[in-house]
């Protein structure tokens, strides 16, 4: 699966070494930034499951940027997050 990040990194060197750090941590993985986007997306190609997403988070943190998890549209519907276990349906 791919996941995708909103960051607050926005140089070259920080997004290369922070890939470099996920290649060694998850070597079946495959990630890279956009820092030209306004969120400085990072995404991660190749990710087995929700833990994982949230190791990548913590690694991300670990060195001082903010990370979190943009949703896919398919998995929210304007109000909740559809994939179980990341937020509860609210009340109808």
């Not at 956009?34 to 990548?56: P, Y």
């Not at 690694?59 to 179980?84: A, C, H, M, T, Y």
Request: proline letters at 2%; a negative charge.
């Amino acid at each position: 699966m791919i996941e995708v990040f909103k960051t607050d990194v926005n140089e070259k060197d920080h997004a290369r070494m922070l890939v470099d750090r996920i290649h060694k941590a998850f070597s079946h993985c495959r990630a890279n930034f956009d820092l030209e986007d306004c969120d400085r997306i990072l995404r991660v190609k190749g990710i087995t499951g929700e833990e994982e997403t949230w190791q990548i988070v913590s690694l991300v943190k670990s060195f001082g940027w903010r990370v979190e998890i943009l949703p896919d549209d398919e998995l929210f519907d304007g109000q909740n997050f559809v994939r179980e276990g990341l937020l509860e349906d609210s009340p109808k």
